[in-house]
């Protein structure tokens, strides 16, 4: 199976600072096909999951653009540009080149 | 808009059975899959397995293998997921969400099953 570790475990951040999570996979996310099968979600409290980035970094529809992903292979990264009130939650890194697996967690909250 | 909308809350006993329903609407049902994730309390997300709303192939994760089954109705666009057996760490919410080309991307709100004597 392939091993989600997502850090921090916790953040917490002034409204309008930026914020930055990393995701690292126990084995390489590229796919024969080209594709790289990373994903990144919040979880606000209370809610589903809610998909923000697909494949790396690709923004789910009405997804505002202070979110964005990069990385390759076994390394990636969520990056807020700009943190809103309404970005707390727990974020969680998701693979499906194998059986979907989740990461830990990272929970931000405001300062 | 798309909708995935669950069957409510369930209280089990251990060893009993529980089955959750899943209703979409709002687009193709059978263009796409369905996946079922649980959470456990305080816990990250657990995916449990797939399956193709087409043609009924299923994917289960191996842990659950032979406690668990997955089935869909076209004619009323409804997943289920039934898991027997069950014991006190099944008790979890559990989330049914919409998959195409690997990504999970509309999510049910949740349904509570808890396990309890």
């Known amino acids: 199976d392939i091993v989600m570790t997502q850090t921090p475990l916790s953040l917490s951040v002034t409204p309008g600072q930026p914020a930055s999570i990393s995701c690292k996979s126990s084995q390489s996310l590229l796919h024969s096909d080209g594709k790289t099968y990373l994903y990144w979600y919040l979880q606000k409290p209370g809610q589903p999951p809610q998909l923000l980035i697909y494949?790396?970094?690709n923004h789910f529809s009405g997804v505002p653009d202070r979110f964005s992903g990069s990385g390759s292979g076994t390394d990636f990264t969520l990056k807020i540009s700009r943190v809103e009130a309404e970005d707390v939650g727990v974020y969680y890194c998701m693979q499906s080149i194998q059986l979907p697996g989740f990461g830990q967690g990272t929970k931000v909250e405001i300062k | 808009q798309v909708q995935l909308v669950q069957s409510g809350a369930e209280v089990k006993k251990p060893g009993a059975s529980v089955k959750v329903s899943c209703k979409a609407s709002g687009y193709s049902f059978t263009s796409y899959g369905i996946s079922w994730v649980r959470q456990a309390p305080g816990q990250g997300p657990e995916w449990m397995g797939w399956?193709?709303?087409?043609?009924?192939?299923?994917n289960y994760a191996q842990k659950l293998q032979g406690r668990i089954t997955m089935t869909t109705d076209t004619s009323t666009r409804t997943a289920y997921m039934e898991l027997r057996s069950l014991r006190s760490d099944d008790t979890a919410v559990y989330y049914c969400?919409?998959?195409?080309?690997?990504?999970?991307?509309?999510w049910g709100q949740g349904t509570l099953v808890t396990v309890s004597s």
């Open positions: 494949e790396v970094s």
């Open positions: 969400a919409r998959v195409q080309y690997r990504r999970l991307d509309q």
């Open positions: 399956i193709s709303a087409y043609n009924g192939n299923t």
